[in-house]
């Protein structure tokens, strides 16, 4: 998938189901007592910043999913958002990304390059298409990353049009074609 595919599917993330949505809507109701740095290990944060950069990578006019520390925004959602199911999956899921890689190409994923890391997560997205199970690890990777991103101030401002204080509404307003969306 490229990156205005990842992009275009977001209206779909976002009008669709996202696991662990309802908790969040809800504002977030899990009963977590330790610190948030706690959840996650500075390297599993790297491997998500890596599986989300794979996903969404800078271009020459936009930035990626690492200028969004999408690992960060990931680690606060899982832990204080989704369900101990949910994030069980969410962290066997880590662990299964690394043994895929060195099954794969005997390297973990961080290690690899970026056309392997593109092809092994293309390996999991038809994974996870065929899954009997909706929640699997790799779709929420990929749908927090879109979340993220395209919540993020990087994302916002930097990869769509953006006007901090909108004016007059304008409906009709051209896109030209390759040009960027507006939110």
């Known amino acids: 998938m490229n990156r205005r595919e990842a992009i275009s599917a977001a209206s779909i993330l976002l009008g669709g189901t996202i696991i662990g949505v309802e908790a969040f809507l809800s504002g977030c109701t899990n009963k977590n007592t330790g610190e948030v740095s706690d959840f996650l290990t500075v390297d599993q944060v790297n491997i998500l910043d890596e599986v989300g950069e794979t996903i969404l990578p800078a271009t020459d006019d936009s930035p990626g999913a690492k200028d969004a520390k999408i690992g960060d925004f990931m680690k606060v959602i899982v832990r204080d ?6 994030q069980e999956i969410f962290m066997t899921g880590l662990d299964k990304l690394n043994d895929f890689s060195k099954k794969k190409y005997n390297k973990v994923f961080v290690k690899l390059d970026s056309q392997e890391k593109h092809d092994l997560l293309l390996d999991l997205e038809k994974e996870a298409k065929e899954s009997p199970d909706d929640k699997h690890y790799y779709s929420m990777f990929k749908q ?6 395209m919540s993020s101030e990087a994302g916002a401002t930097k990869a769509f049009r953006h006007v901090d204080v909108p004016g007059r509404y304008d409906a009709c307003i051209p896109l030209e074609p390759g040009g960027k969306a507006w939110v």
Not at 81 to 86: F, G, I, N, Q, R
Not at 144 to 149: A, C, M, P, Y
């Open 81 to 86: 958002c989704y369900s101990p199911e949910e």
């Open 144 to 149: 927090l990353t879109v979340w993220g991103f």
